[in-house]
């Protein structure tokens, strides 16, 4: 049986669905993906025979199909075929320029006034015209027999051979139009891009959802640069991808996608992949769940050549990239290291051979190939980089964008690199992760630095969140925690979360602070001894380091423990003897390791062996129980076991928590919920270990994340909360577009001259 095909935008999937059933209900056969598309047929194919096969053609038209590239490669193929073409409006729009010249007005029913099944009873009787056009088609037979709906005179078809053969000519007229206009635009362009406007628009991120900072952020314009693909937080806190289509702004959510992280397009703008769950996928955005094709446990970015080639990053720690057919497949080795030194965020150039990439080996942008050469450097001192038209890599030194020109037939670089005036960028300094995607249209998108660099002040509240005091005026600061005796806090301040920045103390009673630290460094999570008098840090001199800074004297840093991983301090034991440290080692996951301070030289032991998420921990008053988060499962949870090792664990909360913290000498755990929420959860007994029901506290003023958990400490009898809250709240922060981006280099060309 023919049947009808109906063409959507996947915005409009569940509209169309309902057109579908209604027709179906009158007798009209329809075909509609995903419902038809049969198990095992490839897509792009089944699309291309639907069309072919059908007896017309029917448009779901809103401003999302006027955007969609797939939804006017559907009409263009049913036009080129002499289908009927028929519209279907679900909102008051008129075909934008892509559509228009395909779609006859006389053929347009609205189904946005009244109810749609006034809309589509109508649409039902202009297909029964068009059947009895056609000869009695068995497409309406059935509805023709039964009736129930009396057809309007005949309407004039694309189907006769003199009016195809008319609108091919005028469509062949127009697209060659068209096409000399776009030639002499382009060339105008080339030939002075100054005198174009340069345009500079917020994007804000759905409404109810918050931006997600740093490497796990992932941004990516469609290669037509008509949508835009990022990450953001629910309100359950859980990380999710998002589209937003730039020609109307709209915001749509990314099925089966909870949290992914760097996402990338397929050159026809069809499919989508990501990272989630430890796996590299792809999912096709006209339907189907995600397809799962590799291994991935730690994902760092991606990208997807034209012959159907994905390389990607499965774990910086691998040192290597891997590539994959994007139809499935056993993945191989594109890029290794002997030194194991990271590999991430690679990305194709136009030949769809050669790509870029970043290695932590000095910071340095090199250039790979898929032909096995081996890779050599192009630019020292890099972050993460495009290529894009005409003829620029696109990269970050700390939170500045530059233009570097780059002949892509030689592969050489030209000139000297030009900074690209848009100010001040989200960059992760650890991950050396740059926010941005950019197309070769002239528009790009970045995430500016104003979330990272949003200062915070420190308050002191009760157990019900009241506010008991504010302490010191605010500042961009991070890990502060109080000092045992309760009267001084310690915090990473002034400068980035992972930058360089200095150590501070501050009097809780009345705020003055002393700068500990001699010089900007990069400083990581600062602990208290035992007798509040000196602090333990993670610090970054001649590698990486645990340093202890005596309050009571003039001395420097003093390093009690070196490594070449990423190390934290989280607590010390109440004798003092015992240093609770996190570390990342090459090639593995996250540890949780022990120190005997009073043995100098003495190794680590490790205590949480392979983990495959971020923690956070804290060894009990009495020195026999470790509260640590953990991601054993595939959310983080809350657990405790004995800090003799894992002989056994017990669960305290089972969805994600920040900053477990004991008080009360070990007889309560006071944490905070991905969801925001402060709990208190009482420990009932010993052995087995066995705590009581967690209970909310109070609601944090927004959700925590692993920069910012808002969440910090609690004094030991529990009655008084150290809150780090920032003044601006995260859903204020959205992303920057900029169109006619190269026009910026002219202008600061123009300015640095007159200077």
């Given at each position: 049986m023919s049947r009808i095909f109906i063409s959507y935008a996947t915005g409009d999937q569940a509209v169309a669905s309902e057109v579908c059933a209604l027709l179906e209900a009158q007798g009209h056969a329809c075909w509609i993906a995903p419902r038809d598309v049969v198990a095992g047929k490839v897509w792009d194919e089944a699309i291309l025979d639907a069309i072919e096969s059908a007896s017309g053609f029917l448009l779901i038209l809103s401003s999302a199909a006027n955007a969609s590239p797939f939804v006017k490669n559907e009409v263009n193929r049913a036009f080129s075929l002499g289908k009927p073409i028929l519209t279907f409006r679900v909102e008051e729009v008129l075909p934008g320029r892509s559509l228009e010249l395909y779609l006859a007005r006389h053929h347009w029913t609205d189904g946005f006034k009244g109810r749609i099944e006034e809309g589509v009873a109508e649409l039902s009787r202009s297909l029964a015209a068009l059947g009895s056009?056609?000869?009695?088609?068995?497409?309406?037979?059935?509805?023709?027999?039964?009736?129930?709906?009396?057809?309007?005179?005949?309407?004039?078809?694309?189907?006769?051979r003199r009016e195809r053969w008319a609108w091919s000519v005028a469509a062949a007229l127009a697209l060659g139009l068209i096409a000399t206009s776009i030639a002499w635009l382009t060339a105008a362009r080339q030939e002075d891009a100054s005198h174009e406007r340069t345009i500079t628009s917020d994007i804000q991120p759905p409404e109810g959802t918050t931006l997600v900072p740093g490497a796990d952020l992932g941004l990516a314009l469609s290669p037509d640069g008509q949508q835009l693909v990022f990450a953001a937080k629910l309100a359950s806190g859980s990380r999710q991808l998002f589209i937003r289509e730039m020609s109307d702004a709209t915001t749509r959510v990314v099925?089966?996608?909870?949290?992914?992280?760097?996402?990338?397009?397929?050159?026809?703008?069809?499919?989508?992949?990501?990272?989630a769950e430890g796996k590299l996928k792809v999912i096709d955005l006209r339907g189907g769940a995600p397809r799962t094709l590799a291994d991935a446990p730690v994902g760092r970015g991606g990208d997807w050549n034209t012959n159907d080639q994905i390389i990607y990053s499965p774990d910086p720690w691998l040192g290597r990239l891997r590539g994959i057919s994007a139809k499935g497949g056993e993945p191989r080795d594109v890029t290794m290291s002997k030194e194991r030194y990271n590999h991430r965020y690679p990305a194709f150039l136009p030949d769809g051979v050669h790509f870029l990439f970043h290695t932590t080996d000095r910071r340095r942008l090199m250039l790979g190939s898929l032909d096995g050469s081996a890779p050599r450097e192009l630019i020292a001192g890099s972050t993460n980089a495009r290529f894009v038209s005409p003829g620029y890599i696109l990269f970050g030194r700390g939170s500045d964008l530059f233009a570097w020109q780059f002949d892509e037939r030689k592969l050489q670089l030209v000139g000297s690199p030009q900074p690209v005036p848009v100010g001040k960028t989200d960059f992760l300094a650890l991950r050396a992760y740059f926010g941005f995607s950019v197309t070769s249209s002239g528009t790009l998108v970045y995430a500016p630095a104003d979330y990272r660099s949003r200062r915070s002040e420190l308050r002191l509240v009760g157990r019900d969140g009241r506010l008991l005091k504010i302490v010191g005026n605010a500042d961009r600061q991070y890990y502060p925690r109080l000092s045992p005796d309760g009267k001084r806090i310690v915090s990473v301040a002034g400068g980035e979360f992972l930058g360089r920045s200095n150590l501070w103390i501050?009097?809780?009673?009345?705020?003055?602070?002393?700068?500990?630290?001699?010089?900007?460094?990069?400083?990581?999570?600062?602990?208290?001894?035992?007798?509040?008098?000196?602090?333990?840090?993670?610090?970054?001199?001649?590698?990486?380091?645990?340093?202890?800074?005596?309050?009571?004297?003039?001395?420097?840093?003093?390093?009690?423990?070196?490594?070449?991983?990423?190390?934290a301090p989280l607590s010390i034991s109440a004798d003092g003897r015992t240093l609770l440290f996190?570390?990342?080692f090459v090639g593995t996951d996250v540890d949780l390791q022990t120190l005997d301070l009073s043995t100098p030289g003495k190794?680590?032991?490790?205590?949480?062996?392979?983990?495959?998420?971020?923690?956070?921990?804290?060894?009990?008053?009495?020195?026999?129980?470790?509260?640590?988060?953990?991601?054993?499962?595939?959310?983080?949870g809350l657990y405790v076991q004995p800090m003799s090792g894992p002989s056994r664990r017990w669960t305290v909360w089972n969805r994600s928590a920040y900053n477990p913290r004991w008080t009360k000498g070990g007889r309560e755990l006071v944490f905070a919920t991905e969801e925001g929420k402060v709990m208190s959860a009482r420990v009932v007994n010993d052995s087995p270990f066995t705590t009581a029901e967690p209970e909310v506290l109070f609601e944090l003023p927004e959700r925590p994340e692993d920069a910012l958990p808002i969440f910090e400490d609690v004094t030991a009898d529990g009655e008084r909360i150290l809150l780090n809250v920032p003044q601006v709240p995260a859903s204020k922060f959205g992303f920057r577009m900029v169109t006619n981006w190269p026009a910026l280099l002219q202008q600061e060309s123009t300015r640095q001259s007159a200077d």
């Open positions: 056009s056609a000869a009695a088609d068995p497409l309406t037979t059935a509805a023709s027999s039964k009736k129930r709906f009396d057809p309007k005179p005949k309407l004039r078809t694309l189907s006769s099925p089966e996608t909870m949290g992914a992280s760097f996402p990338f397009w397929s050159p026809d703008g069809l499919q989508i992949g990501f990272f501050t009097e809780v009673e009345d705020a003055r602070r002393t700068q500990l630290s001699q010089a900007e460094e990069v400083f990581i999570s600062p602990v208290w001894t035992p007798d509040s008098q000196a602090v333990i840090v993670g610090c970054s001199r001649t590698g990486r380091e645990l340093c202890v800074k005596s309050l009571n004297d003039g001395t420097d840093f003093r390093v009690v423990y070196s490594t070449r991983a990423y190390a996190q570390e990342n190794e680590a032991i490790r205590v949480v062996v392979k983990d495959p998420g971020p923690q956070s921990g804290v060894t009990s008053p009495d020195g026999r129980w470790l509260v640590f988060t953990s991601s054993f499962g595939s959310t983080r």
